[in-house]
Nanobody, 126 residues
Framework: QVQLVESGGGSVQSGGSLRLSCAAS????????VGWFRQRPGKEREGVAG???????YYDESVKGRFTIARNNADNMIYLHMSNLNPEDTAMYYC????????????????????WGQGTQVTVSS
């Protein structure tokens, strides 16, 4: 069974930065469709960034210009670089992946993935 393991969360002040990591146990998952999601307190889970098999990226408007998704195929790692963080970014962050690259960004928008990590908490204080 494929595993995704997130790390890198923590507590930062407004304006700070963090880099989240997602380690995939299978390259077929990390190299195709991968999304980063978050669930803020009292809100539904939302997709914030994604990357497909061609390296094209997707960002939600709320994080565009501040978050960057990147992939390291050699290590089956996917990263989410987050900068200029604000308290609204406080959430549990999850990565999800699928070996099927078709309609990747549409699936990120719907949260339509079978394989998820356990999450890593990000807390931003003002």
């Amino acid at each position: 069974q494929v595993q995704l393991v997130e790390s890198g969360g923590g507590s930062v002040q407004s304006g700070g930065s963090l880099r989240l990591s997602c380690a995939a146990s299978a390259a077929t998952y990390s190299r195709n469709c991968v999304g980063w999601f978050r669930q803020r307190p009292g809100k539904e889970r939302e997709g914030v960034a994604g990357i497909d098999d061609d390296g094209d990226t997707y960002y939600d408007e709320s994080v565009k210009g501040r978050f960057t998704i990147a992939r390291n195929n050699a290590d089956n790692m996917i990263y989410l670089h987050m900068s200029n963080l604000n308290p609204e970014d406080t959430a549990m962050y999850y990565c999800a992946a699928d070996p099927d690259p078709e309609r990747c960004f549409a699936r990120i928008f719907r949260g339509d993935f079978d394989t998820w990590g356990q999450g890593t908490q990000v807390t931003v204080s003002s």
